[in-house]
């Protein structure tokens, strides 16, 4: 089916303006955004644009972490991985005011993810039968039978109170990542 030129020209006229072509694409699923994306270098050109600003990851952190790039760098080398509520709110362009950030590492990491979490303001959060202070709640190695079915080797809760309220980050450290376990 041919769009006629007119068509074709009028839809490039409004991606061009920026708060209708946010609010016309934002209704559509990344699949569809880059199969919109292939119909012209003009469409392209505006979808990408587009993408660029709402799929910003270090948007979606900043309200968590102070230093979003230094914390990809920490995931990057860590292998740790975000999960839960603020994963989807990624990738659907959505924001829960409530939410929290879960992250997961290896058993190996969690010392090193715990470490750059207090020295970003968060405090640790101790449950029973942790110990008060994580460098050695950390070296405990305490996991229930239950959480050991799961995969889960423990799970650490750091908290940061901010002018936006209390942000909680549960570290979850896992044995090993599947896509069942983590969402």
């Given at each position: 089916?041919?769009?006629?030129?007119?068509?074709?020209?009028?839809?490039?006229?409004?991606?061009?303006?920026?708060?209708?072509?946010?609010?016309?694409?934002?209704?559509?699923?990344?699949?569809?955004?880059?199969?919109l994306?292939?119909?012209?270098?003009k469409?392209?050109?505006?979808?990408?644009?587009?993408?660029?600003?709402?799929?910003?990851?270090?948007?979606?952190?900043?309200?968590?972490?102070?230093?979003?790039?230094?914390?990809?760098?920490?995931?990057?080398?860590?292998?740790?991985?975000?999960?839960?509520?603020?994963?989807?709110?990624?990738?659907?362009?959505?924001?829960?005011?409530?939410?929290?950030?879960?992250?997961?590492?290896?058993?190996?990491?969690?010392?090193?993810?715990g470490?750059?979490?207090?020295?970003q303001?968060?405090?640790?959060?101790?449950?029973?039968?942790q110990?008060l202070?994580?460098?050695?709640?950390v070296?405990?190695?305490?996991?229930?039978?239950?959480s050991?079915?799961?995969?889960?080797?423990?799970?650490?809760?750091?908290?940061?109170?901010?002018?936006?309220?209390v942000?909680?980050?549960?570290?979850?450290?896992?044995?090993?990542?599947?896509?069942?376990?983590?969402?």
């Amino acid at each position: 089916m041919d769009i006629p030129r007119a068509a074709q020209d009028g839809f490039v006229t409004i991606l061009e303006l920026a708060g209708p072509r946010a609010v016309l694409l934002s209704f559509l699923t990344p699949r569809a955004l880059l199969l919109l994306s292939r119909t012209s270098s003009k469409v392209r050109e505006h979808v990408l644009a587009y993408m660029k600003e709402a799929f910003d990851i270090n948007r979606t952190l900043r309200r968590f972490l102070p230093d979003p790039i230094e914390f990809c760098c920490l995931q990057a080398r860590t292998g740790t991985l975000v999960s839960g509520s603020v994963a989807l709110q990624f990738f659907d362009r959505t924001y829960y005011p409530s939410s929290d950030l879960d992250l997961y590492v290896y058993p190996s990491c969690r010392r090193e993810v715990g470490i750059w979490l207090l020295s970003q303001g968060f405090t640790f959060s101790s449950r029973s039968p942790q110990h008060l202070c994580f460098s050695i709640a950390v070296l405990a190695m305490t996991s229930s039978r239950a959480s050991i079915r799961s995969g889960i080797f423990n799970t650490y809760k750091f908290l940061r109170q901010t002018s936006n309220g209390v942000f909680d980050i549960p570290l979850k450290a896992r044995h090993k990542y599947s896509l069942s376990s983590i969402a």
